[in-house]
């Protein structure tokens, strides 16, 4: 099996629909943003601080390198796409999933989310520019899979079965 990346917005759900494709696949599930923090000893809002944007991006390109495997469900975080480099990794070296959710849906998720570094200040527009800035990147993916309604594991549902057909 060929390494899948899950990609979308903050909130869209890639870690929870992707620990369920991993499981019914049997695939090993992998987050990057959780092998970022393993790797650096510290927390991605620590490294936003300390060292700024393009540091945790060029950690984030180096990282989705070396954790893509096959059999693998691959986690991403929401800023993969906007290297170039990284949307040309993910369509060359696997299947690269977009989980596709309106802006208000992410609205509605991202309401009180204070971790996400991204977000400090004005979220509601900050969410609102991101994702004006990105979704033309998504959109770039293998395939789009709609992740405004249904439950995770439906949605997991719907990926897995596109697998299947595809095969
Ligand atoms: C980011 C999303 C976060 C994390 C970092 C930057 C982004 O991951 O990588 O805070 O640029 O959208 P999630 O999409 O898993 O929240």
């Not at 923090?37 to 809002?45: D, G, L, N, T």
């Not at 309401?111 to 991101?130: V, W």
Request: glycine letters at 6%; a negative charge.
């Amino acid at each position: 099996m060929q390494p899948i990346f899950l990609t979308g917005f903050m909130g869209a759900g890639k870690t929870t629909v992707g620990q369920i494709i991993a499981e019914q696949l049997q695939a090993e599930f992998i987050d990057t943003d959780e092998e970022i923090e393993k790797q650096e000893k510290r927390e991605i809002r620590t490294i936003f601080e300390t060292e700024g944007e393009a540091y945790f991006r060029s950690v984030e390109a180096a990282v989705l390198r070396s954790v893509t495997k096959p059999a693998t469900v691959l986690s991403t975080g929401g800023g993969i796409v906007l290297k170039e480099a990284n949307r040309r990794w993910m369509l060359e070296n696997g299947l690269w999933v977009f989980l596709e959710c309106s802006l208000e849906e992410i609205e509605r998720r991202l309401e009180d989310d204070l971790k996400r570094p991204l977000l400090k200040g004005n979220a509601r527009e900050r969410i609102q520019t991101l994702y004006k800035e990105r979704l033309a990147l998504y959109r770039q993916a293998s395939w789009i899979v709609q992740a405004d309604q249904g439950s995770p594991k439906e949605i997991a549902s719907s990926v897995i079965d596109r697998i299947q057909n595809a095969v």
